[in-house]
């Protein structure tokens, strides 16, 4: 084997170690800025932006202003701020299997998230603050400590699939789908 091909062999190696997550997706606030993703957006429509107040080192790409047009497959990481314009409409998908749908005109920021598969102190805090929001609860809500704060009060979940909807005035109507067997 030439010094080429064991040169290109390692390089590859070495970026497929990189590319595969972690078993413990934790970033905690009181921690230095981490590089870990949380979540990845699963379908994007119209006008849809993440801000990325956290330096993202590894993500090369970022513009220095930190916001763009979002795509399907962008990361998610704790403390971005997602917003939609009135076109715009997102899916996201985080590690535990959590999955939120965010309407147009609407803003929601990740404030905590920490998730190990095998433990049992996990837990998730997502702010909304303006929109629709519609989310399945996954495994942080049976594990761990699910919150979602909204501008009249903070929910804890325990495994469900609400529907959030933050009015204009500020107030907030919250339904819970109900699963037919």
Known sequence: MSVRTSSLLL???FGVNALLP???WAQDSSAA???NAIGKVLTVVGTVHIEHPAPITLQANLPTNGTSQTKVGDLIYRGDVI??????KLGVGFADGSSFNVSG???MEVNE???DPRGHSNLSLMSLTKGTFTFIAGNIAHTGDMKVDTPVGTMGIRGT???VEILNDGSVRFSTLIEEK
Request: proline share 8%; glycine share 8%.
């Open 113 to 115: 998230f920490v998730y």
């Open 33 to 35: 800025p981490d590089t």
């Open 11 to 13: 390089a590859l190696i």
């Open 105 to 107: 005109n609407a803003r």
């Open 22 to 24: 972690s078993l413990v």
């Open 161 to 163: 699939a609400p529907r």
């Open 83 to 88: 917003e939609t314009g009135s076109d715009g």
